[in-house]
Each structure stands twice: as structure tokens, then as C-alpha cells.
């Protein structure tokens, strides 16, 4: 999820450099499912590593290994709480989620400028692993629910256009098209 730019100029450039190592609509990479996580080696530290660095950097508050091209189940996530650091979630599996659903505005760094609304539960609960390959359990809710299903959703190669309406859908791949050939 996104991002606006900084008024700071040099931030704003290691924003847009950190936006521009992010895969775009049209790759395959953010249509195809990823693997889960075997190895808790240094690698997948050093991945983890990387992914908050360019979250960060780009300014999003969540990002999902395959936008980077690496089809392999890890996300990173900014907490809700101040302060609190970001955090990491190797094969992330959705435990439990409310049944009530509140419709949101999302945008996706992998999606430009759009926005669309999209429904999601209030509440879930989030079951993974840490880099080191511990396991632990995550109950959340509001915007950082928000944030782990989208995320979650890119494992599985789905992002936001298919989860808005068919009206919505349109108007961004027209808008995307138009970006493209631009
Ligand atoms: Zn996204």
C-alpha cells in the first residue's frame, strides 16, 4: 500500500528509486502465487532486510516479496501503534477474520497513482514466522488488517483491482493503459 511524495527533495528521490526497484501492473510477478519459506537462512534475513528498507524508503506501509519479484511467501507491514517498528511475516496464513467488512481506499505500489475501494474484514488474525523462523500469532485490526490481507492477497497474485467493483476495476486499468503507453 502507498505512499505520497515528500516535500524534503532528497527523500522524495530515495523514494522514487525505492519505487522504481517495485515490480508494476504487468509483470507476472504479481500474478503468480508464491512459494512458502523453507529456509531461515541469512538470505531470507537479508530479503526481509531489503523489503523494509524500500518500504520504507517509497514510503508505503506494506510490501509483499513478489513486488520485488521473489515469489516466495514474505511480507513486511508497518504496526498501527507509534513508534512500533515495522514488521516481517514468513508464510503468513489468515487464521481467523470478522465477518464484518468495512469498505476502504487502497492504492498499491505496484499500481501507480490508483485508488480504489475495496471491502475488507474489521478484524483478522494473522498466523507466521519471524526471519529467524519462530512462529507467533497477531490479532489486529482497522488499517493494519487492512494492510495483511492486502499483502497477504499479493501471495496469491491478487491485488486490489479484483477485489473493488466492476465500475472501479475498469476506470484503473483504463487509467493504467493510459500511464503505459504514455
Ligand atoms: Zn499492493
Redesign the pocket.
Known amino acids: ?1 502507498p505512499t505520497r511524495a515528500f516535500d524534503d527533495p532528497e527523500r522524495e528521490e530515495h523514494r522514487l528509486a525505492a519505487l522504481a526497484q517495485i515490480r508494476q501492473f504487468g509483470d507476472p510477478s504479481l500474478r503468480t502465487p508464491a512459494s512458502p519459506v523453507t529456509e531461515f537462512d541469512a538470505t531470507l534475513g537479508e530479503e526481509v532486510q531489503r523489503m523494509l528498507s524500500i518500504m520504507t524508503a517509497a514510503r508505503g506501509v506494506g510490501l509483499a516479496a513478489p ?1 520485488l519479484g521473489a515469489l516466495r511467501r514474505v511480507i513486511v507491514a508497518s504496526q498501527d501503534e507509534e513508534g512500533a517498528e515495522p514488521r516481517a511475516f514468513v508464510n503468513p496464513v489468515v487464521a481467523w477474520r470478522a465477518e464484518e467488512e468495512e469498505l476502504g481506499e487502497e492504492g ?3 499500481l501507480g497513482e490508483i485508488v480504489v475501494d475495496v471491502p475488507r474484514a474489521v478484524a483478522v488474525r494473522v498466523e507466521a514466522r519471524d526471519p529467524a523462523g519462530a512462529g507467533f500469532e497477531l490479532e489486529v485490526e482497522g488499517l493494519f488488517a487492512r494492510v495483511l490481507l ?1 499483502e497477504i492477497d ?1 501471495l496469491d497474485g491478487v491485488l486490489i483491482l479484483d477485489r473493488t467493483t466492476a465500475e472501479q476495476r475498469r476506470e484503473a486499468l483504463r487509467e493504467l493503459r493510459a500511464t503505459a503507453v504514455a
Open positions: 500500500m513486488q498499491c505500489l505496484s492486502h499479493h
